[in-house]
T-cell receptor, first 113, second 113 residues
Framework: QQQVKQSPQSLIVQKGGISIINCAYE??????FPWYQQFPGKGPALLIAIRPDVSEKKEGRFTISFNKSAKQFSLHIMDSQPGDSATYFCAASRGGATNKLIFGTGTLLAVQP | DADVTQTPRNRITKTGKRIMLECSQTKGHDRMYWYRQDPGLGLRLIYYSFDVKDINKGEISDGYSVSRQAQAKFSLSLESAIPNQTALYFC????????????FGPGTRLTVL
């Protein structure tokens, strides 16, 4: 059962445009929502994360928007650059002693020059 | 030097063979994880360990086993490899003091013929 649903599967954006990737979750116990970025031949790396006590978090050109009532969160990449071309994974985890991340299926982003 | 290393980086093996993937970390983290990545399925947790004496199954542990030889070393074994275990395998670590971020190794691409 897919607990974190991610869309789209792939995305092509022109340089300077806005890239938007969406995720939806089912488990209301989730309290941490990170986004990981993966370049070809590399492992995923944490990009930005949010907790449900805020509706938005911004770090440079990357913004997470969080809608607790809809159980949805999204990644916005402003002024997208070719160097942003990568696979992006959303994830979620719940409170407690464990740190098990439930990942979405990934979005392959291509930013065309 | 990389904080999380995986060996081998690539491996081709035959059905029925036993194979071990190794992970080492210099981050001093107590928590270690094994994931597999498949196209369209994202990252799925195989096993995780919170210390040398603690091993836990993830969502897809069947056909796999693990060993935590030391705080810095966590190996994944395929007892009798089968073709549908062909995938990209990642090791990750995290610190109990910050249960949020996981740090991934560069991955091992495994092909089972």
């Amino acid at each position: 059962q897919q607990q974190v649903k991610q869309s789209p599967q792939s995305l092509i954006v022109q340089k300077g445009g806005i890239s938007i990737i969406n995720c939806a979750y089912e488990n209301t116990a989730f309290d941490y929502f990170p986004w990981y970025q993966q370049f070809p031949g590399k492992g995923p790396a944490l990009l930005i994360a949010i907790r449900p006590d805020v509706s938005e978090k911004k770090e440079g050109r990357f913004t997470i928007s969080f809608n607790k009532s809809a159980k949805q969160f999204s990644l916005h990449i402003m002024d997208s650059q070719p160097g942003d071309s990568a696979t992006y994974f959303c994830a979620a985890s719940r409170g407690g002693a464990t740190n098990k991340l439930i990942f979405g299926t990934g979005t392959l982003l291509a930013v065309q020059p | 030097d990389a904080d999380v290393t995986q060996t081998p980086r690539n491996r081709i093996t035959k059905t029925g063979k036993r194979i071990m993937l190794e992970c080492s970390q210099t981050k001093g983290h107590d928590r270690m994880y094994w994931y597999r990545q498949d196209p369209g399925l994202g990252l799925r947790l195989i096993y995780y360990s919170f210390d040398v004496k603690d091993i836990n199954k993830g969502e897809i542990s069947d056909g796999y086993s693990v060993s935590r030889q030391a705080q810095a070393k966590f190996s994944l074994s395929l007892e009798s490899a089968i073709p549908n275990q062909t995938a990209l395998y990642f090791c990750a670590t995290s610190d109990y003091r910050d249960r949020s971020e996981q740090f991934f190794g560069p991955g091992t691409r495994l092909t089972v013929l």
